[in-house]
């Protein structure tokens, strides 16, 4: 039923660019928050971007400001995590929440995308 669906992952060499996509279906988008996280081995996951709604600015862990950006295409149902000036510890795999609001009760996951950062 409901499906999200992570894309766009890779082997980039420190300071590229990466555009993640997680393409979602079985719920009203327009409704959900939308996240990315990520998890390094041996590392926590964690929260990296949220878009609340759509047109919302968003909201980002202090390591990525300035260098990622989190948008969404409402029309196709897929938010986008576009990465730039790529460092080596932005290494992990990547995943996509979507989160009912406003209390978070729905909450799905993607299967992750793996990101790699190295020369």
């Known amino acids: 039923q409901v499906q999200l669906v992570e894309s766009g992952g890779g082997l980039v060499q420190p300071g590229g660019s990466l555009r993640l996509s997680c393409l979602t279906s079985?719920?009203?988008?327009?409704?959900?928050?939308m996240s990315w996280y990520r998890q390094a081995p041996g590392k926590e996951r964690e929260l990296v971007a949220i878009?609340?709604?759509?047109?919302?600015?968003?909201n980002y862990v202090d390591s990525v400001k300035g260098r990622f950006t989190i948008s969404r295409d409402s029309a196709k149902s897929t938010v986008f995590l576009q990465m730039n000036s790529l460092k080596p510890e932005d290494t992990a795999v990547y995943y996509c929440?979507?989160?009912?609001?406003?209390?978070?009760?729905?909450?799905?996951w993607g299967q992750g995308t793996q990101v790699t950062v190295s020369s």
């Open positions: 079985g719920f009203t988008f327009s409704t959900y928050r």
């Open positions: 929440n979507a989160a009912s609001r406003p209390s978070g009760r729905h909450n799905y």
């Open positions: 878009s609340e709604w759509a047109g919302a600015p968003g």
